[in-house]
């Protein structure tokens, strides 16, 4: 369990890591608070939007829609790998979740998946309280190509939050692996996602991968991400 980051604190962190950020408005305290408790944090969740095109996705994520009031996320990682961050605080990334998954992430104990999840947002436990969250730019379809540049900086940003908090890639979970009710993101896995990161923290913030980072993805990782 881990006090969440102050906002200077998370820009600081993603920055020495090589983010590229955008801050979007007033993020800083652009948040949902006022509707329940934002920590202790255990883990960063990975999603994906079923959008297309970054500045309305970006509006979106920040202001979310008539149903579920934003901000969708802490941040959004765009195809370009540019990190445009919306909020911080609570935030409606999340939802309800399974709570042996929740378990799982914070004794880092799990193989190389959780349990797969049994609940769901109507039954689960609070993952608005528990989790980082990070929105990133894709139709969701299975099809929609991850660029290089955003897979390079999903690695760093889910890196640079477990490098501060002293987390392993264990920490970080995909919206499918927290709830049974989800599918995001879809184009990879979060095995092969966590593998990346876990190579990542080997090394200090500063290290630059020569190597294409969406190499190693086979189609059997596509097709278990699905």
Known sequence: MATPLSASAVLAALRAEGVRVTEVGNWRTHNRNSKGQ????????????????TASTVAMVRDGYAALPGPLCHGMIAK???VHMVGWGRTN????????????VIAESYGTRPTPPTRGNSNGVDGNARFYGWECENLGDGKDPWPAAQYDAIVRVQAALCRAH???AKSVIGHLEWSNDKVD???????????????????PASWNNEEDPMAGITKRDIFDAV
Request: no cysteine.
């Open 166 to 168: 002293g987390w392993s």
């Open 185 to 203: 993101p879809r184009g990879f896995t979060m095995t092969k996602l966590r593998a990346d990161v876990a190579e990542r923290l080997k090394h």
């Open 38 to 53: 934002w920590g202790p944090l255990n883990g960063s969740i990975v999603h994906h939007t079923v959008t297309k095109g």
């Open 93 to 104: 990334h999340a939802g309800g979740g399974d709570p042996r998954v929740l378990d799982q």
């Open 80 to 82: 370009d790998g540019q």
